[in-house]
């Protein structure tokens, strides 16, 4: 795609600039990664897309989704430790990302809506299994409250298109799952 190159080149993942904190470093090399292989992604059948990066904390595999390239965006625009040279690096991917969106808007769509069904069912499973045995699952509530967190980010990316009333359905739906533990 010769607009990715525009924005990012032809060389591989930059070097780190050591601007930033090594963990905000990594984060920014896969952001990069995820960016650059959009289209890809989105032309794709894949939801969940492995990708493989060095990072100065060592190799890291982790699996893209329209989401969680959004939540790292989000993360690295707000992390105050992020450098100067880093914050330029990240104008690029969000550039790939808006023009990623107005190039293939049925491909973006389609993608988060099978990202939303995704985190539903996950959450929804575990909520069922917690209502089952709510000792046993409530240990796992940090980890699972992920998907319920990333539920509500893709409706978010959704907009307009997303289920309407789904997150007032949601809660409720909590509610008589978790009540039934009180």
Known sequence: ??????????????????DSPPELEAELIEAEQFAKELPDYLLSDRLFWQIVV?????????KMTLGSLFERMQHLASAPALGPKDRERLKRIQEAWDIARKSYPQQFKQKLR??????????????????GDPERWKEDYEVELRNRRRVELVVGLLGPDAPP????????WEKEALAEET
């Not at 060095?54 to 982790?62: E, I, K, N, S, W």
């Not at 099978?114 to 209502?131: A, G, I, P, T, V």
């Open 1 to 18: 795609m010769s607009w990715i190159n525009k924005i990012f080149g032809r060389e591989a993942t930059p070097p780190p600039t050591g």
């Open 54 to 62: 060095d990072t100065p904390l060592g190799a890291r595999q982790p």
């Open 114 to 131: 099978r990202e939303l069904d995704s985190y539903l069912h996950n959450w929804k499973y575990y909520l069922e299994q917690r209502r």
């Open 165 to 172: 009333g789904l997150l007032e359905e949601l809660k409720e």
